[in-house]
């Protein structure tokens, strides 16, 4: 099963709302990513959390961590139409021989002008 | 810098065919890394390389096998391909602890 899972799986919103997704993951981490995927094309990366932040912003994104929780959320404020996209958590976690990151299923994006 | 490159874009294969995925990066990136993506299964881990010499499997590793000669490339190897080998594939690269950089991908699929 994967480390990661986001919640909703499909999220549908209004221009100029705010779109929040979650992601909760099972063991210890080194950080989160977040990263966006434009359909068929491959994935950027938004913003990296360390397990030592508890909030970071990048622009119109506000990440949160909470590593008792094991949870992190993405917030994307005054969405636009050109947000839309997948957003996917992944967790840098140790490997045998360096660290390797897992990603999520991911959620769908839609944002309706 | 081009980045990350993969060759080919697109291929059709036959149950049983083998081939070659390439990929390359010029950013001199310790981390190498191949993921597939299958629809509603987001991106999972294949293979990945922490340097030349060095790989290790990741979730799905069965029927694939890579090496690492060069910082540089990161080919990625189907043995005997299965219709269950129909994917997307993406290489990435990065530096330790540091975000990855996708390539463009490779559409495959396994008749």
């Known amino acids: 099963s994967q480390q990661g899972e986001e919640d909703p799986q499909a999220l549908s919103i209004q221009e100029g709302e705010n779109a929040t997704m979650n992601c909760s993951y099972k063991?210890?981490?080194?950080?989160l990513q977040w990263y966006r995927q434009n359909s068929g094309r491959g994935l950027v990366h938004l913003i990296l959390i360390r397990s030592n932040e508890r909030e970071k912003h990048s622009g119109r994104l506000r990440v949160t961590l909470d590593t008792s929780k094991k949870s992190s959320s993405l917030l994307i404020t005054a969405s636009r139409a050109a947000d839309t996209a997948s957003y996917f958590c992944?967790?840098?976690?140790?490997?045998?021989?360096?660290?390797?990151?897992?990603f999520g299923a991911g959620t769908i994006l839609r944002v309706k002008s | 810098n081009a980045g990350v490159t993969q060759t080919p874009k697109f291929q059709v294969l036959k149950t049983g065919q083998s081939m070659t995925l390439q990929c390359a990066q010029d950013m001199n990136h310790e981390y190498m890394s191949w993921y597939r993506q299958d629809p509603g299964m987001g991106l999972r881990l294949i293979h990945y390389s922490v340097g030349a010499g060095i790989t290790d499997q990741g979730e799905v590793p069965n029927g694939y096998n890579v090496s690492r000669s060069t910082t540089e490339d990161f080919p990625l190897r189907l043995l005997s391909a299965a219709p269950s080998q129909t994917s997307v594939y993406f290489c990435a690269s990065r530096p330790s602890y540091a975000p990855e950089f996708f390539g463009p991908g490779t559409r495959l699929t396994v008749l």
């Open positions: 063991t210890s981490i080194n950080n």
């Open positions: 992944a967790t840098d976690l140790p490997g045998e021989y360096g660290n390797k990151l897992v």
